[in-house]
């Protein structure tokens, strides 16, 4: 109960239901609100301290944290209903594995290859399966491009997106697999993968970080093209 508390108050602030300096309703009315123990919504409100979304101030109260001031990385599971926030985390994705494409086709190992390899006849398996291989696909896409991460031998650049795959897990994992059906599931989609596959494996830096750019670009489109996403 704590975590679904949690969830929504972040959700509330990330959306600015809740803004920057305002002060959090009473444990009691929160309580009341939600439907739970006073306990419960201080366990919330104790883990949204400890992303540094919210701060307690003394004989006071607890209150909305400065974005400046946060200490935690958040999507809100709105973002994947509204098509301009997907659009921007995509971007923000594209830049980042971008740039990872190329630093790998530097790096590479024989291994990493042929990891990857087996990660793309994962993705290409699981089309003959229909519905029930999207959750496969989506896993094997996944680990296609956390290994061109690991390949880069840029610490970060995996850490960051190894993050980002984690928070889309623990809180989004239902919608992205219903994502990746919509928008990643056909033979053409492969053919954008391959592309960023062969780059990588004849050690071509420009050519893994356009073919990146390129499959990103056209998820993007494809993103713009659904009738069942809010525009705002």
Not at 28 to 57: I, N, P, W, Y
Not at 125 to 131: C, F, H, I, N, Q
Request: aromatic content about 6%; some cysteine; overall charge negative.
């Amino acid at each position: 109960m704590a975590d679904d508390v949690s969830q929504k108050l972040s959700r509330m602030i990330l959306e600015g239901d809740l803004a920057a300096g305002e002060q959090l309703p009473t444990e009691q009315s929160l309580a009341e609100s939600f439907g739970v123990a006073r306990t419960v919504v201080r366990e919330a409100v104790s883990r949204l301290k400890h992303d540094g979304l919210v701060d307690s101030r003394q004989g006071v109260g607890a209150f909305v944290a400065e974005p400046s001031a946060r200490s935690a990385f958040r999507i809100s599971p709105a973002c994947f209903e509204k098509r301009q926030k997907l659009l921007e985390i995509l971007q923000l994705r594209t830049g980042i594995t971008s740039e990872a494409a190329g630093l790998a086709a530097l790096h590479r190992s024989d291994a990493d290859v042929d990891f990857m390899s087996q990660s793309y006849r994962e993705m290409e398996s699981s089309l003959l399966k229909g519905d029930e291989g999207t959750e496969k696909h989506l896993l094997a896409e996944r680990a296609f491009y956390q290994r061109i991460a690991e390949a880069s031998g840029n610490q970060y650049i995996k850490e960051f997106l190894s993050m980002l795959d984690t928070r889309i897990d623990l809180e989004l994992r239902s919608v992205a697999i219903k994502n990746a059906r919509v928008t990643e599931w056909s033979s053409e989609v492969l053919t954008e993968h391959m592309a960023v596959l062969d780059a990588i494996r004849q050690q071509d830096e420009n050519a893994a970080s356009q073919a990146v750019r390129y499959h990103y670009t056209l998820a993007a489109q494809r993103l713009a093209d659904r009738a069942d996403l809010a525009d705002t």
